[in-house]
């Protein structure tokens, strides 16, 4: 065999752009492709040979992610990962950032490293907020098809409110653009859009879909599903996504679909392929416009919102100055008093400005200015007070990772402003990393409490543990032990892998046959009782979300035997005395983590007593965070059991319980 001097186009050797073995063969070839990681693109690669032979690269993944095919897995050597690194990782995270369901990291287009915690790699959770991830990206495949822009007024595109604009007066609708839908800076009817952070998940950002639902019709198809699904979910490889959402023509806009880790990494990829992708025959395209995916990731209204993209959280440095010269405003972070904490001088909703007793790491300043108006009650009850009030809890004081931690102890080096991250409620995550073509996702049930917002929950705070044990890993060249460990595998489709829940698996193909079994059952019943056979013994249905405030839960049909005296009205909050006669909420509901910042002095106590009224126990006690540190001290904490069905209420419906994978059966009480 002659050698052979691969010569990259950009003038680096064909081993800095891939690893892999070549096996020789003897056809001829001329040229090669690889990724050239500079320019997110391929470059041919000529191959100067003396004598005429081919180069086949053993299975392997693509740069740019699995299409709509199944992911490769390679191991994290070949990609100059140390998997002794990213186990001490899972391991430091399962500890602290507690609990966590899955977590997958995907490196130059493949899975690198997966642990299953709990459940298997097919498992799927419902998202909360994290699937406005899907809606950003969605977006850009309507402006890359030219139907969509996002600074026209979306009264222009024909959408009509269907929300409150004129909370404060003036009528704000006509100025409402998808820029100010995407920013989560709507203005809640109350403020002019694009003057403050007004995150919402719900009314406003369901605007969204209206819009792709005219832009859709105006394609000759039914809206906005329609749209999503042949445009994007099927092509991504996840073509049930928005099956489930239930809006008719629409998406569910503000997130909650149901998703895998892997499924999300595939979103997440996406945004940092700067919307390429491939099509069905593997062939780059470019399904999302790039000026607009690149947008996703930065700041969305320069000097007012720095912290937020385009529906993602960003990682900008508060402490220099923007680009274009604006001062940074510190908004926003993933912080929330809810109801808990102290209450300014001049505010009339309570935030959490005020550190725990004693704490003496960094400060939360309590910005009366800060341009955000709170989320609850502005975005689920517009008023005009609204207009005069702020969430100081939401100050970012340097970073968002690493926000919350002692100044002695913030991720170190300095994290990329590159970094922008999707999140849902209770610490579902997908962290997207642009410059690195690195994408980490991770479900769980967790809710993060620090000393520096104490009563808060902040959601950034169990973000920053996680990505402060990923970084580190990120950054640990793979040992001669590693490489010995790796010599011997080979790249291969993504397996199967974890311990299914003793129930049963909740998958993508478990949901589609289980709804497929109750449509089926639902019609027989409905056909049987229009014909007199049957008589309908249900007199309606109470629907019970999942403690503290899920956006899943369990349905019960309600026999005559249960009701006492005319049944509640649609929409009302079922009797205590029927809920009292349900199953409990442990039976259905997973239990919440806790993971807690405590003081050094408390390191290895058990810091877990109780946490809003009930029992909690512990998952790890304090312990420092960091190698060498004594300034900065975390635990772990989680229910004893899922709280009651009373924690946040079951709700009267006329209709019997309708198929979801959000309220799955059974349903008979």
């Known amino acids: 065999f002659h050698q052979l001097r691969h010569q990259c186009s950009d003038g680096t050797s064909l081993s800095t752009h891939t690893s892999k073995p070549f096996i020789i063969s003897n056809s001829h070839i001329n040229s090669c492709v690889t990724y050239n990681r500079e320019e997110n693109m391929c470059a041919t690669l000529t191959l100067a040979a003396a004598t005429a032979v081919s180069v086949m690269a053993a299975p392997s993944g693509n740069p740019l992610g699995p299409g709509r095919g199944?992911?490769?897995?390679?191991?994290?050597?070949?990609?100059g990962l140390s998997k002794s690194a990213l186990d001490a990782a899972a391991n430091d995270i399962e500890a602290l950032a507690n609990f966590r369901y899955c977590m997958t990291i995907v490196k130059d287009g493949v899975i690198v490293y997966e642990k299953y915690f709990s459940n298997t790699s097919e498992s799927v959770y419902e998202t909360d907020s994290l699937g406005k991830t899907n809606t950003a990206a969605l977006v850009g495949l309507a402006v890359q098809d030219g139907i969509l822009d996002i600074d026209k007024p979306i009264k222009e595109y024909g959408v009509t409110p269907q929300a409150?604009?004129?909370?404060?007066?003036?009528?704000?609708?006509?100025?409402?653009?998808?820029?100010?839908?995407?920013?989560?800076?709507?203005?809640?009817?109350?403020?002019p859009p694009g003057s403050k952070m007004t995150y919402d998940s719900d009314l406003y950002i369901q605007h969204i879909s209206y819009t792709l639902t005219e832009i859709a019709k105006k394609q000759g198809m039914s809206g906005a599903l329609e749209y999503a699904t042949k445009k994007f979910a099927e092509p991504l490889g996840i073509p049930d996504l928005y099956k489930y959402d239930a809006l008719g023509v629409d998406i569910s806009a503000g997130?909650?679909?149901?998703?895998?880790?892997?499924?999300?990494a595939r979103v997440g990829q996406l945004i940092v392929n700067k919307g390429k992708w491939l099509d069905a025959d593997n062939t780059p395209y470019q399904m999302a416009d790039p000026t607009y995916m690149a947008q996703v990731n930065q700041p969305a209204f320069p000097g007012i919102i720095d912290a937020y993209g385009f529906l993602t959280w960003l990682n900008t440095d508060m402490t220099r100055t923007a680009p274009s010269g604006e001062t940074r405003q510190h908004?926003?972070?993933?912080?929330?008093?809810?109801?808990?904490?102290?209450?300014?001088?001049?505010?009339?909703?309570?935030?959490?400005?005020?550190?725990?007793?004693?704490?003496?790491?960094?400060?939360?300043?309590?910005?009366?200015?800060?341009?955000?108006?709170?989320?609850?009650?502005?975005?689920?009850?517009?008023?005009?007070?609204?207009?005069?009030?702020?969430?100081?809890?939401?100050?970012?004081?340097?970073?968002?990772?690493?926000?919350?931690?002692?100044?002695?102890?913030?991720?170190?080096?300095?994290?990329?402003?590159?970094?922008?991250?999707?999140?849902?409620?209770?610490?579902?995550?997908v962290f997207m990393h642009p410059d690195e073509n690195v994408v980490v996702s991770t479900f769980g049930q967790s809710e993060g409490h620090e000393l520096a917002c104490d009563a808060a929950y902040d959601d950034g705070y169990t973000l920053s543990l996680i990505w402060n044990a990923v970084a580190k890993a990120l950054a640990v060249p793979p040992s001669a032990k590693d490489h010995a460990?790796?010599?011997?595998?080979?790249?291969?489709?993504?397996?199967?892998?974890?311990?299914?829940?003793?129930?049963?698996?909740?998958?993508?193909?478990?949901?589609?046959?289980?709804?497929?079994?109750?449509?089926?059952?639902?019609?027989?019943?409905?056909?049987?009782?229009?014909?007199?056979?049957?008589?309908d013994e249900f007199v309606?249905?109470?629907?019970?979300?999942?403690?503290?405030?899920?956006?899943?839960?369990?349905?019960?049909n309600i026999p005559k035997s249960f009701i006492v005296g005319p049944p509640p009205a649609d929409g009302a909050t079922c009797p205590m005395l029927m809920v009292a006669r349900f199953p409990p909420a442990y039976a259905f509901c997973p239990a919440i983590g806790y993971p807690t910042q405590c003081d050094p002095s408390q390191v290895g106590q058990d810091i877990c007593e109780t946490m809003h009224g009930q029992p909690i126990l512990k998952v790890s006690e304090c312990r420092y965070v960091n190698n060498g540190s004594k300034t900065f001290a975390s635990g772990g904490c989680r229910d004893a059991i899922p709280r009651s069905w009373s924690d946040y209420g079951c709700h009267w419906t006329t209709k019997p319980c309708q198929p979801t994978p959000f309220f799955p059966p059974p349903y008979d009480v």
């Not at 199944?70 to 990609?79: K, L, R, T």
């Not at 800060?370 to 207009?387: A, G, T, Y």
């Not at 340097?398 to 080096?413: H, S, V, Y």
């Open 70 to 79: 199944e992911w490769v897995v390679e191991s994290p050597e070949a990609h």
């Open 164 to 191: 409150i604009w004129n909370a404060s007066g003036p009528d704000y609708f006509n100025n409402v653009t998808m820029r100010h839908l995407l920013a989560q800076s709507s203005g809640y009817g109350t403020v």
């Open 255 to 264: 997130g909650g679909q149901m998703m895998s880790c892997r499924d999300i």
């Open 331 to 429: 908004c926003c972070a993933p912080r929330w008093a809810n109801g808990h904490g102290t209450q300014p001088p001049g505010l009339k909703y309570t935030t959490c400005c005020a550190p725990a007793d004693n704490y003496t790491g960094v400060k939360i300043p309590c910005d009366v200015d800060i341009p955000v108006l709170p989320e609850r009650p502005c975005s689920d009850k517009p008023n005009p007070e609204c207009i005069k009030e702020r969430d100081p809890s939401e100050y970012v004081v340097t970073q968002n990772l690493g926000d919350a931690f002692p100044d002695t102890d913030k991720i170190r080096p300095k994290q990329s402003e590159a970094i922008g991250f999707g999140m849902g409620q209770y610490a579902k995550y």
């Open 485 to 535: 460990r790796s010599a011997t595998e080979t790249p291969a489709m993504a397996p199967r892998v974890g311990t299914p829940r003793p129930g049963g698996d909740r998958t993508h193909a478990s949901i589609r046959a289980q709804m497929a079994e109750l449509t089926a059952a639902e019609e027989y019943r409905r056909v049987q009782a229009a014909n007199g056979n049957v008589s």
């Open 540 to 556: 309606g249905a109470c629907s019970c979300t999942c403690p503290p405030d899920e956006g899943f839960g369990k349905c019960f």
